[in-house]
């Protein structure tokens, strides 16, 4: 596995486009992209039964050059073609994994990234294989990594859900954030997500089948609704914001914490 410095100037001389670039930013890697500096943020998720950290959510960081917060949402808004949105999705993705291997020593578990349905569309076939040899070059496999969708995005479009068919078969694991209706979580068919991403502290009513539920928990109280609700995992205020250092999941010996 290389060093992550050599790893920034490997990704960097892969990237063809001229829109972006990867640098060093202290121990961990940011990004440039059109105007725009980038950062990863992490957010620990939580086994409620077991009560110690068994992943972490990646969420973007993106502000202009001024020091202006963009939200992620705007900073996709901002890719106009569907080459911009593969390139500028794969960017961010590559820049979690980096940030999120540089602390691998002391945080385990899983990484949980979202999936822009832009990019779902605009990748013909074979989704995932470029993500996968990135990963490979990090130390990491698919399956380190849950992806994050949304079912009332994918709808029935049936390129989409082929997508999802092409990532499960190359061993990525899937979060569902929770549907609209039991019509949405209808829409993915056979491919029965491991993770579904509760809206609230209340449990999804039997639409998860199998998958472990992972609610939102900002407050003691919400704790306790969702450890009544027999919820398995959470992510929330009360277990700490996303922050650039990742929460511990093992002590410097590598043993994992119970609590």
Known sequence: MMPLGDLIRYFNTADSSGDSSLYPAGERAAAWHRGLRLGSLFEPIVDLAQ?????????????HEDGTPVSA?????????AEAIV???????????????????????Y??????????????NQHGLVYEAILKRCGLAPEDIVLEFSASQLGSDPHRLAA?????????RLALRQPDSATDL??????????????????????????????????V?????????AI???????FGAPQSECRPTHSKHGVAYNS
């Not at 999802?164 to 990525?172: A, E, K």
């Not at 491991?194 to 407050?219: H, Y």
């Open 221 to 229: 109280a919400d704790l306790a609704r969702a450890r009544a609700a």
């Open 87 to 109: 390139h500028f999705d794969r960017l961010c993705r590559t820049l979690h994994a980096l940030n999120f291997l540089a602390q691998r020593r002391y945080a385990g578990g």
């Open 186 to 219: 209808a829409a993915v068919g056979e491919l029965q997500p491991e993770i579904i991403q509760l809206a609230s502290s209340e449990s999804a009513s039997g639409l998860s089948g199998n998958a472990r539920e992972l609610a939102g928990i900002d407050t």
């Open 51 to 63: 009560e110690r950290i068994v992943g972490h959510r990646a969420v973007l960081a993106a502000r």
């Open 111 to 124: 990484l949980q990234l979202a999936i822009h349905p832009r990019h779902l569309l605009a990748v013909p």
């Open 232 to 238: 398995d995992l959470g992510r929330g205020a009360l």
């Open 164 to 172: 999802l068919g092409n990532y499960r078969r190359r061993g990525y």
């Open 73 to 81: 949402e705007a900073a996709y808004a901002a890719c106009e073609s």
